[in-house]
C-alpha cells in the first residue's frame, strides 16, 4: 500500500525476553482508508510452546487523523479450530511515539495505557508490559473474561491520542492477543497469541461515514476529558458513551 511500511521482525521487540513479533507498521496521513491484517498464534508457558488449534487475526483500517487522535476500525476474528475452544478478551500493542490516552467502542469497551508512572498493562506468558491493551472486560489487567469466542468475529472503533497534537506519522509494532477460557488444548486454559505475519489490504468495508464520524467524536471528546488517568488500573476507557 501507499506509505504503511512493514519492518523486519523483532524491530521493536521490548527486551530479550520478549518474543520476537512481525513487522512493525508505519502510518500517516497518506493511509487514511488503507487496511492491514495480523494474523496470531497461541501460546502457553513461553513464545516456544505454541498450542494446536489456537489462531486469530485482527484487520485494522485507519479512518481518520483529526487533531490529537488516529482512529481506526477494527476487526477481530477468532479462527481457533480443531477441537479446541476459547474467547479473545483482549490484544494489544506498542505505539511510538508515546500515546497519552486511547479509547475504545463495539466488541470492545475497555482500554488500559501506560500512563509513565510505573502503572502499565502487561501480558503474561514472559511478554511483560506493552504500551495498551484494550479488553472486553473491566478489571485491573490485560486478562479478564468475555471477548471474542472461536468461530465468531467482533469489530468497532479505537482511537488513540496524543499530546498536543497528532504526529506526522506513526509505528504500531509488538502485536498480541489474550486467550481464556481455553478447553480441548490438553488442560491450558489461558494463552497469549504474538503477531505471526502481517499483510495490508485494500478495499476493506468499514462502518457507514455518519457512523464513523459520530463515533469518532465521541472517542476524541473522551480523549479531551481524560489527558492522562490517575493511577488506578481500572481507567482507560472504562466509560465511553457509546450504544
Do not use: H, W
Request: glycine letters at 14%.
Amino acid at each position: 500500500m501507499k506509505n504503511i511500511a512493514f519492518g523486519l521482525a523483532g524491530f521493536a521487540a521490548a527486551t530479550l525476553s520478549t518474543p520476537a513479533v512481525a513487522d512493525p507498521i508505519t502510518l500517516g496521513s497518506g493511509d487514511i482508508g488503507d487496511s492491514f491484517t495480523i494474523d496470531f498464534d497461541g501460546f502457553s508457558g513461553d513464545s516456544s510452546s505454541t498450542v494446536d488449534g489456537l489462531s486469530s487475526s485482527i484487520t485494522f483500517t485507519l479512518e481518520e487523523i483529526v487533531n490529537n487522535a488516529y482512529t481506526f476500525s477494527y476487526l477481530v476474528e477468532n479462527t481457533t479450530d480443531g477441537g479446541v475452544t476459547s474467547n479473545i478478551s483482549s490484544f494489544a500493542f506498542n505505539v511510538d511515539p508515546d500515546i497519552t490516552d486511547a479509547a475504545i467502542s463495539g466488541a470492545y469497551s475497555f482500554a488500559f495505557v501506560a500512563d509513565g508512572r510505573g502503572n502499565d498493562p502487561t501480558y503474561p506468558n514472559q511478554i511483560g508490559n506493552v504500551d495498551v491493551c484494550f479488553k472486553s472486560a473491566s478489571s485491573g489487567s490485560c486478562s479478564n473474561s468475555g471477548g471474542v469466542s472461536e468461530g465468531n468475529s467482533g469489530s468497532g472503533l479505537l482511537s488513540l491520542f496524543f499530546d498536543p497534537d497528532a504526529p506526522t506519522s506513526i509505528t504500531l509494532s509488538d502485536f498480541f492477543v489474550r486467550y481464556q477460557g481455553i478447553t480441548g488444548a490438553g488442560g491450558v486454559t489461558s494463552a497469549s497469541g504474538q503477531s505471526t505475519t502481517s499483510s495490508s489490504t485494500s478495499g476493506t468495508q468499514v462502518p457507514a461515514p455518519g457512523m464513523i464520524g459520530l463515533l469518532g467524536l465521541g472517542l476524541l471528546g473522551l480523549g479531551a476529558m481524560r489527558r492522562r488517568r490517575r493511577n488506578d488500573e481500572e481507567f482507560a476507557g472504562a466509560r465511553p458513551a457509546f450504544a
